[in-house]
């Protein structure tokens, strides 16, 4: 990622949950393919997106995400089998509460990837920040961009104690 002005306060902020093999990849392949996508789309890695609770993607929104992609591996790709179907539902739980709430559902959205889509990474987190920006600042955000440190708890580190040997190692 080049030449992208920073992220002002008016810029929506965009938390994008992404797969250690798939998104996580893709993501760093756009930025080594030089591929322009928001400064303001902020990327945390998963081990698995079937690790995110629900908890975890409405505290995005409390600490003040404007939107939240959840970015997994292509359905029958999880290298934990379901992790990704597990997720899409979460996700779809997530929107359920979001909207009675009062926060439109689709400033959360799922995602299927492979680590080889780099410039789909960088269309879909495009995307993801021009929906944010027509739907506007989230009524939870508060007058200043939150920063990484307030998401960096979000991040699930890796388990050293999941299984090795699933069959997309
Ligand atoms: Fe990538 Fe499960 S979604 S390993």
């Given amino acids: 990622m080049t030449d992208t002005p ?13 797969c250690h093999f798939c998104a996580y990849a893709a993501a760093d392949l756009a930025g080594s393919m030089r591929l322009q996508y928001p400064p303001n789309v902020r990327v945390l890695r998963l081990p698995c997106t079937g690790k995110l609770e629900v908890n975890y993607l409405l505290a995005a ?8 992609m959840v970015a997994g591996c292509l359905e029958g790709q ?3 089998l379901e992790g990704n ?6 996700v779809e739980r997530a929107k359920q509460l979001l ?3 009062g ?6 959205e799922m995602f299927n990837l492979s680590s080889a889509e780099g410039p789909r990474f960088a269309q879909i987190a495009t995307e993801m920040s021009e929906r944010l920006a027509r739907l506007g600042p989230s009524p939870l955000r508060g007058t200043s961009a939150p920063g990484a440190a307030d998401f960096a708890d979000l991040s699930v580190p890796p388990d050293p104690s999941e299984p090795s040997d699933h069959p997309h190692a």
Avoid: K, S
């Fill in 85 to 90: 179907l597990r997720a899409r539902r979460r």
């Fill in 78 to 80: 999880c290298h934990f």
């Fill in 6 to 18: 920073p992220t002002t306060d008016r810029d929506p902020i965009v938390l994008a949950f992404c």
């Fill in 61 to 68: 929104f409390e600490r003040g995400a404007d939107g939240v």
């Fill in 99 to 101: 909207g009675e709430i």
């Fill in 103 to 108: 926060l439109e559902p689709e400033r959360l």
